[in-house]
Every structure is written in C-alpha cells, then in structure tokens.
C-alpha cells in the first residue's frame, strides 16, 4: 500500500469516527439525545477511535499463507475438536517470583516454563515448544482464599489491569486474590516469542492453544490455595476463560464482551484498509480456517459450573466484539445474561457491571464458606 493512501485512509476514518459512533447508537429505538444517550454516544465513539487505533496505526496486514496451506491443519484439527487437541497441561512449576507495585497497588509477578504440546500439525509449522509464562498475583499471604483469573483482552496485559479488574477492592471487600495470566505477544510478553495474535490463522490457532494451556496449568496450581475459584476472560479473554471452564472443575465462570472467535474478529474489521486485503478476509473466513478454529471454539461446550455459576456480560452498543456473540454464548450456555447499555470500552468503566460483577463474586465466595 502507497503511503499517500495510507494517510488518506487513516485520516477518512478518523472523520468517521463520531459519524459511525451515531449511525450505530442511533439504530436502536430506546436512543435518543439525552444525558443517558449522550453517555452512549461517547462510549461508542471510544470504540471506534480504539477500532480505528488497532486497525490502520499498525502496518498493513499481509497475507501470511492460503487456505490450501491450512488444510492438513484443519483436519487434524476438527478430528481432535476441543477435547483432544487441548491436553492435559504440565505442572506448573515456578521459575521466578518478584514483587513489584503499581501506585498503591503490590503484587508478585511470577514466571514459569510452559510446553503446551500442540498438535503436530501446528508444530510442524514452527508453533510449539516451550515458552516463559508470565502472572501477576495479587493475594494476601498464604492463607487460603477464593481466586479469580483474570484473562484479559487485547492490548492488554499490563499491570494497570489490576486496576480494570478492580483488585484491590475484590481483595479488600470482597476477600479474593486475583491472578492474571498475560498472554503471549502482551504485556511484558510483547517482544518475546512467539507473536499472537496476528494475520496467520494457524499462528492464532496455536497461540490459544497455548493460552488455554497455560492457565489450566495456572488453575491446577492455584486449586489447593483456594476456597474457590472462578476464571474470567474479556474480549480476546472470553474463549480462554470459556474453555478452561470446560476442561478445569471451577466453581464460577464469567466473560464480558465475548468474542464469537479471534480469527473471525479480526477479519470483521479489515475492510477498513480497502480492497488490498480481500485475499487476507477471505483467508480468515475460509473453511478450512473455520475447521481450525475448531479446536478452541468455547460456544460449542458446557463449562463445569452450574447455572447459576455462569455469567455473561454484553454491551448492547458493542462495536468490536458487536453484541450477537453475547446472546448466542447464553443461548449455548445458560446461565446469567446481562446487558450494559454502552460500548466495548465503556463497560470496564461502568458501575452496573461492577456491580453485577460482586453480586456474582459475593455468591461464589458464600457458597464456598457454607461448604
């Protein structure tokens, strides 16, 4: 791509930012311009300007491979499903602990070795092989405790997700520790191998995989500290957390703005770059990708807990994720479904799902104490 188109293409969408935010608020019948709207409308232009950020600031996306190239992985892949390509994850056995702080916030960040034993398919391609883990715990002690992992979204996986994640308040009010998994290519893990998550299927593929393998090890390591333990995933987080709820006895599961998958995502906000990446769209929503993507596709299984142990978390105005994934993950699950009125972005700053969020804590932790 040209730099003057490029440029031209950056600055057409920022212009279209705030015309896109109204387009997309306007489209629901209970909006109007009101103090209540107006909050809207800001929440859906933050989506938007993050959309436009992570979309055209990056270099323009190449296409990494073709479908041909996916097939061999894509068999392999949708004979093994959810269940055999996920195997059972190592030990974890800790490399490194260090204590660290973030304003007034402490925490440890912990390092650990981990192998997740992709299926060779995604081996052979150069994917697998051991990699250097990285958590960042936030506990009280010893003593045992309810936990919650924390799996968080893209472009995250810094220390200020403590903050997103309310931890201290979830320690001090609440009584939880908090541990949140930073996933490959973020965080402290940006410039380390292996990349995720990219324009190559397969390399996303493997990276959740490897994702999902790390925190089941982090699971089983934290079950005898803990009273109980509930896993959550945001955004890019919801399959993690999805599928750990799956494969791991947990005893609550929550996600917020789910994603229907990554591969699929990614694809759906391409077309901003014009006609030069048809062929990379194209990839992305082939079959044979979407048989890869068998493999970690969280809305074709049941986690472990009950009903009542399962809460799902929408935003009605969502231009990311858009809000579908939410109510066909309910429609799969069960469970608990609840609806913030504004954007992707927003619903991290938004009082009703913090609340929503304790209430659904405070019952796990009840539960727990009553055992």
Known sequence: ????????????????????????VSESDDWSLSLRGARQLGEVVLDE??????????????????????????EELSRLGVAGANLEPDPLRVKSVRHR???????????????PHLPQTLAAEGFGGSATAVVHLCRHGDERRPWLVWVHGAGQ????????????????????????????GSGVRRAAWPTYPDMDPLNNAAGMLRVVSEARALVRWLRPQATAL???????????????????????????????????????????????????????????VEQVMSAVDYQSVVPTPPLQRRLIVGAWHDRMAMREPAQ????????????????????????????????????????????
């Open 1 to 24: 791509m040209r730099l003057a188109e490029r440029a031209w293409r950056i600055g057409s969408d920022f212009a279209g930012v705030v015309p896109r935010a109204h387009a997309a």
């Open 49 to 74: 300007l993050a959309l436009t950020g992570f979309t055209l600031t990056s270099a323009p996306p190449k296409l990494e491979r073709s479908a041909a190239s996916c097939a061999a992985a894509a």
């Open 101 to 115: 702080r973030f304003q007034r916030l402490r925490y440890e960040q912990l390092t650990f070795e981990h192998d």
């Open 157 to 184: 996986g810094q220390p200020i997700d403590l903050l997103f994640s309310r931890a201290r308040r979830l320690q001090e009010e609440l009584g939880y520790n908090i541990a949140l998994p930073v996933q490959p």
């Open 230 to 288: 509930a896993v959550s995933g945001v955004s890019m987080g919801s399959p993690v957390a999805g599928l750990v709820s799956h494969l791991e006895d947990v005893d609550a599961v929550s996600v917020y703005t789910p994603i229907f998958g990554l591969n699929a995502m990614i694809a759906a906000h391409l077309d901003r770059w014009g006609p030069s990446v048809r062929d990379t769209i194209a990839l992305l929503r082939s079959e044979a």
């Open 328 to 371: 066909v993950l309910h429609d799969r699950w069960g469970g608990q479904l609840y609806w913030h009125r504004g954007s992707h972005v927003g619903h991290l700053f938004a009082r009703g799902v913090q609340a929503e969020s304790e209430r659904f804590l405070r019952a796990v932790s009840r539960q727990a104490s009553q055992r």
